[in-house]
C-alpha cells in the first residue's frame, strides 16, 4: 500500500515500484491498396490526461469520480484506498458503510495546482476486502464544482480493462504522473492479512512511491478511470506488509520485487443507482458486503 513516506513510521505505510516501456516494432512498407478497398482506419489519438480532477489528502491521494449514469445534480464522490480511510486500515473481512466523515480534500486544476478544498460529509463504503477502496461523499455536486471551479469529474469506466493498455497513474499528493501500460492481471494479490483479486499489474516505468495511495489509473485512450493505485512489493519479500505477493488459480506463488499494482473499479459503478447512492444488492453489484 503506497501510503505517505513519512506515515511509514507510524501507519504501516506502504510504498511501490515497477516493469518495462514497450518497444515499436519496425515499420514496414504496406501493400497498395485496391481501387475500391475503403481507407484504413485512423488511429484514435490518446486523450490528454493532466491533473484536473485529482484531489490531495492529508496522507494519499484521489480523485472525484463520477458514474456513466450520474447526474449533474448528484452530491460528487471522491475515489481513494480503503487504506487510506482516516480512522484506519478495515480489517480483513471488513466492510464499513455510511460512516459520518468530515475529511476536506485539496481539488486540483489541470496543472496541479490546488484550487479549493472539498469537504466530505460521508464515508459511503470502505474495505480492504478482495479491493482496495474508500469512496466519499462531498457536500458539494458535480455542478456547483463546475460552476465554482471549472473542474469535472473523472469517469470510472464499467468494463474490465485490457493487458497492453497504455495507462497513466496522477497523483495529486505528489502533484506527479506516472506513464506505463498494464502488464496484466493477478488473479490474488496478498499482503499482510488482506487478499484483493483481479488486481492490475503494472509495467516497470509506474514506479510509484508513498504517497501515490489512492490515485486514479487513467486509460489514455478513452480518459476514464480504471483502477485505483495501491502497492508495490518493495523489498522482495513473500506475501508481507508493503511486499504483495502473487497467488495464481492454482495456489502458486510468485514475488516480483519492485512491481507495482492496483485494484480494478469497473464493477463498482453497478453498486450506485440514482443519486449516486451506495445499494449492495444492486444486479451485477460483486462488492463484498457488510
Known amino acids: 500500500m503506497n501510503k505517505p513516506l513519512l506515515a511509514a513510521l507510524s501507519a504501516l505505510a506502504l510504498a511501490g515500484l515497477g516493469a518495462a516501456p514497450a518497444v515499436a516494432a519496425p515499420l514496414t512498407a504496406a501493400p497498395a491498396a485496391h481501387v475500391d478497398s475503403p481507407a484504413p482506419k485512423a488511429k484514435k489519438p490518446a486523450v490528454t490526461v493532466n491533473f484536473a480532477g485529482t484531489v490531495s489528502l492529508s496522507d494519499c491521494s484521489g480523485s472525484v469520480i463520477r458514474f456513466p449514469n450520474s447526474a449533474d ?33 485539496g481539488l486540483l486544476n489541470a496543472s496541479g495546482s490546488k484550487i479549493a478544498t472539498l469537504r466530505a460529509n460521508q464515508v459511503v463504503y470502505s474495505t480492504m476486502t478482495d479491493t482496495d477502496v474508500t469512496i466519499y461523499r462531498l457536500t458539494s455536486t458535480y455542478a456547483q464544482i ?9 469517469t470510472l469506466s464499467d468494463t474490465h480493462p485490457t493487458a497492453g493498455t497504455a495507462i497513466k497513474v496522477v497523483s495529486g499528493y505528489w502533484k506527479k504522473t506516472y506513464s506505463c501500460n498494464i502488464d496484466g492481471f493477478v488473479n490474488q494479490l496478498k499482503e499482510g492479512d488482506w487478499t484483493w483479486k483481479d488486481s492490475v499489474r503494472y509495467t516497470s516505468s509506474c514506479n510509484t512511491i508513498g504517497g501515490t495511495s489512492g490515485s486514479p489509473v487513467i ?20 506475501c508481507t506488509v508493503n511486499n504483495p505477493c502473487e497467488v495464481d488459480a492454482n495456489g502458486n506463488v510468485t514475488v516480483h520485487e519492485g512491481t507495482n499494482y492496483a485494484e480494478e473499479t469497473y464493477g463498482i459503478p453497478a453498486c450506485f443507482t440514482t443519486g449516486n447512492k451506495l445499494n449492495l444488492g444492486a444486479a451485477g453489484c460483486t462488492l463484498p458486503k457488510p
Open 73 to 105: 445534480s448528484d452530491p460528487a464522490l471522491v475515489l481513494s484506498n480503503g487504506h487510506c480511510l482516516e480512522t484506519g486500515f478495515p480489517d480483513p473481512g471488513e466492510v464499513i458503510t455510511g460512516q459520518s466523515s468530515s475529511r476536506t480534500f
Open 146 to 154: 463546475k460552476s465554482s471551479y471549472g473542474i469535472s469529474p473523472l
Open 219 to 238: 486509460d489514455t485512450s478513452t480518459g476514464k478511470v480504471v483502477a485505483v493505485n495501491n502497492t508495490g512489493n518493495e523489498d522482495g519479500e513473500r
